[in-house]
């Protein structure tokens, strides 16, 4: 009688990953991130019973913009949202790079319709905070916790056992690391490490384009303002052009606020760019709140997953956001995860994590090599390498037959 009812309850709670499972392993996805709502939500169209961990309570509208490039848009297409992010997004018809102090183009990169024909989808720029809200919109949200932050991970050969912050523990099948930056899942692979400070802040800020407009100025849709040792990357995060926003890449020797950012001022960013044009300092006079966050790195990790656990996104190649490609590399790691797990068989894991590493290690490597550098596009030149990449056409290249002919 006592098992009968354990069994009803049993059944009622998990049916649906039941009649899933029968060819599917759970999976479980810590950290509900660009990288991490992108692997479950792919996961969870393909049919995979997905559990979502986020140590956040809940996610919040925060003051940032993002570029989804073309190789994204193809992506968010599996998801079924590029409509929608069409619809949100600006669409800058270039990528202009001028010099800060003199205003003298250095490059223009075109987008707009020309990335469309050329690249296969659109290049917008967004906020942030609407894209990300969109994306997790799409996970089934009762696969979706917050409040969860992972401790603790034990793989235990045939499972992994989970332990969060609150006390609570889970098991899956798979565990896959979406938990950026300070991933406990990489510390997990490859001990304590912290990453390392690159010795650059970003400054973020939304502008009302409605203040700009007393400015007699004209304000492109998407221009990144250079000079020798620092940058400002300015660009409209909504459709209806109503929202303005910079990131600046700027030096600063050491960071040891012990926080993932803090708040700065009009006065620092007036100091930090004295000498630039009167596009970046009506910029500077319209901010009402800036914030100022650490650019953290980490060299190309030496393990990308083992037995049971995978890493992806910042978890895996955190980089400086030099390119506008961070969150996009961690999307596009997630549809190569999925693509790979759907062609060994996710029961092969082993076989699907190492095809996915090796199918992604160099381009994110690459990606952080130029981001470090902060050489994209300062000049003309063709960014085909990065836009034009589909992670589902890009021909997957065998682990095993490559080792042997490199042997
Ligand atoms: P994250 O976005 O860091 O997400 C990790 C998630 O895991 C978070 O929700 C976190 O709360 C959660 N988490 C962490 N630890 C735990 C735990 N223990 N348990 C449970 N949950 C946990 N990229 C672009 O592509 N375009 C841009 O224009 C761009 N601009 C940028 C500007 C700045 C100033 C910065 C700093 C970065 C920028 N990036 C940009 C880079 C981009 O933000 C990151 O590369 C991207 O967010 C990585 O996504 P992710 O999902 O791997 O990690």
């Known amino acids: 009688m ?36 992108a692997a479950a939500a792919l996961l969870q169209k393909a049919g995979y019973p997905t559990q979502v961990y986020e140590q956040a309570p809940e996610f919040a509208r925060l003051g940032a913009g993002i570029h989804l490039g073309p190789n994204a848009m193809k992506v968010m297409r599996r998801i079924g949202i590029e409509d ?4 949100m997004g600006s669409h800058p018809s270039h990528w202009f790079s001028r010099d800060g102090e003199t205003g ?24 942030r905070g ?16 917050f409040g969860k932050r992972l401790e603790k991970v034990d793989d235990q050969g045939d499972q992994v056992v989970m ?59 998407c221009v990144k303002w250079w000079s020798g040792d620092r ?19 700027v030096p600063e020797p050491d960071w040891n606020h012990g926080t993932s950012f803090v708040d700065s001022s009009r006065e620092e ?43 992806l996104g910042d978890a895996a190649h955190p980089m400086k956001p030099h390119m506008a490609q961070g969150a996009v590399m961690a999307i596009e790691d997630a549809a190569m995860l999925v693509r790979c797990m759907e062609t060994t068989g996710a029961e092969n894991y082993a076989d699907a994590f190492e095809l996915y590493r090796f199918n992604r290690f160099e381009r994110a490597s690459r990606v952080q090599k130029v981001s470090h550098d902060n050489t994209w596009l300062r000049q003309n030149e063709d960014p085909a390498w990065v836009f034009g990449h589909d992670v589902y056409e ?7 037959t490559e080792v042997k002919e490199n042997a």
């Open 130 to 145: 609407d894209l990300h809200a969109l994306m997790v919109d799409q996970l089934d949200q009762d696969r979706l916790h």
């Open 269 to 311: 960013m007036r100091a930090a760019f004295k000498n630039y044009g009167p596009e970046v300092q009506a910029l500077i006079d319209c901010t009402e709140t800036v914030t100022k966050w650490p650019l953290l790195e980490r060299n190309p990790l030496p393990l990308w997953h083992d037995n049971r656990l995978v890493l």
């Open 394 to 400: 890009v021909p997957l290249k065998d682990p095993k």
């Open 231 to 249: 940058h400002m990357m300015v660009y409209y995060v909504t459709g209806d052009h109503k929202e303005y926003y910079y990131v600046t890449g």
């Open 84 to 87: 929608q992010l069409e619809r």
């Open 163 to 221: 332990t969060f912050a609150d006390g609570t523990e889970a098991t899956a099948d798979l565990v896959i690391g979406a938990d950026g930056v300070n991933s406990v899942i990489r510390e997990h692979l490859l001990g304590e490490e912290a990453p390392i400070y690159s010795g650059w802040v970003a400054h973020r800020a939304i502008i009302s384009a409605e203040k700009l407009k007393a400015y007699d100025l004209d304000f492109e849709a």
């Open 104 to 127: 003298e183009y250095l490059s223009r990169i075109p987008l707009g319709d020309f990335a469309k024909e050329e690249y296969g989808a659109a290049y917008i720029t967004v906020h």
């Open 2 to 37: 006592v098992y009968t009812l354990f069994l009803v309850i049993f059944l009622t709670n998990h049916q649906e990953d039941l009649i899933v499972s029968n060819t599917k392993p759970t999976i479980a996805v810590i950290g509900a991130g660009l990288g991490g709502a």
